[in-house]
Nanobody, 128 residues
Framework: QVQLVESGGGLVLAGASLRLSCAAS????????VGWFRQAPGKERAFVAA???????????AYADSVKGRFTISRNNAKNTVYLQMNSLKPEDTAVYYC??????????????????WGQGTQVTVSS
């Protein structure tokens, strides 16, 4: 089992920045795909960003078009943590943000059903 804990959400004004953290514990893998998803009220869970790595090598990072150039996903292996730096936040970024893990490299990083483990989510609210 893998336990994931997200943190860093909050209420900010449009144009502000937040950094979300996803701290992992439990079972380890040699190759990972970690994704960030978000779910706004009344909407389906949507892909935001993903990073995949094996050992110390990042295989890829990927972003939804809606966040490209504003959000950055990164990892700190020593801390077993993946981050989502969110800049130039917009009201439409308001959602509960979730991180999720696949214990393998994956090309299907946009598909929520492909992920094996999920965190509890952290609320991000962007006010205009």
């Amino acid at each position: 089992q893998v336990q994931l804990v997200e943190s860093g959400g909050g209420l900010v004004l449009a144009g502000a920045s937040l950094r979300l953290s996803c701290a992992a514990s439990g079972r380890t893998f040699s190759t990972y795909t970690v994704g960030w998803f978000r779910q706004a009220p009344g909407k389906e869970r949507a892909f935001v960003a993903a990073v995949s790595w094996s050992g110390g090598t990042t295989i890829y990072t990927a972003y939804a078009d809606s966040v490209k150039g504003r959000f950055t996903i990164s990892r700190n292996n020593a801390k077993n943590t993946v981050y989502l730096q969110m800049n130039s936040l917009k009201p439409e970024d308001t959602a509960v943000y979730y991180c999720a893990v696949q214990g393998r490299g994956s090309l299907y990083y946009t598909e929520a059903l492909r992920y094996d483990y999920w965190g509890q989510g952290t609320q991000v609210t962007v006010s205009s």
